[in-house]
């Protein structure tokens, strides 16, 4: 397996230009169930197997799960900040630095109960959207300015891109 293929499992991110209401219908869906797709893929893995890289030089389980919760706590905020000023700058946040820091060590559940909760609320200011409000934009201090149709397909790449890093990680190592 490449190096690509261990950072990627899903493949890199690819935004559909113009999506239907069915595809971000699908992709809300997508974003609902992934909170407990994540829960029942770490629920018996030990301290040992959290702590982890899911690559060589990667992240461990541990941290890609609260990189996880941290990333969607911005990513509300940039949904938010655009449905209600017009072209906000979203805040960047240095991932890497984030995951040195000592809350990363955390026992998991924090971000696990985070994570159900915040999307619980997300999905709920997701649903409420009428398909005009995905041509609302931010501009991104890493990708430009973004309309929230290209942000809720990058959030639900996400989202499902780390669950895949453990879920092969778990495969290769037999877990």
Avoid at 67 to 94: G, V
Avoid at 110 to 123: H, N
Wanted: proline share 5%; with cysteine; hydrophobic share 35%.
């Amino acid at each position: 397996m490449t190096m690509d293929n261990l950072r990627y499992p899903i493949g890199p991110f690819e935004e559909i230009c113009e999506s239907t209401a069915e595809q971000r219908g699908n992709w809300i869906m997508e974003i609902t169930e992934m909170p407990s797709r994540l829960r029942q893929a770490v629920e018996n893995l030990t301290d040992e197997q959290l702590s982890t890289p899911y690559r060589p030089g990667g992240w461990t389980i541990r941290q890609v799960i609260h990189h996880l919760a941290d990333n969607d706590m911005n990513s509300y905020i940039r949904f938010k900040k655009a449905l209600t000023e017009e072209n906000p700058t979203a805040s960047s946040f240095r991932q890497n630095m984030w995951a040195e820091l000592n809350d990363y060590e955390a026992p998991i559940e924090s971000s696990l109960v985070l994570l159900e909760a915040l999307r619980s609320r997300f999905t709920m200011l997701l649903h409420g959207l009428q398909s005009y409000d995905f041509l609302r934009t931010f501009n991104s201090p890493t990708h430009g300015l973004m309309s929230l149709d290209t942000a809720i397909q990058r959030f639900d790449w996400h989202g499902r891109h780390h669950l895949a890093q453990i879920t092969s990680l778990k495969k290769r190592m037999g877990w």
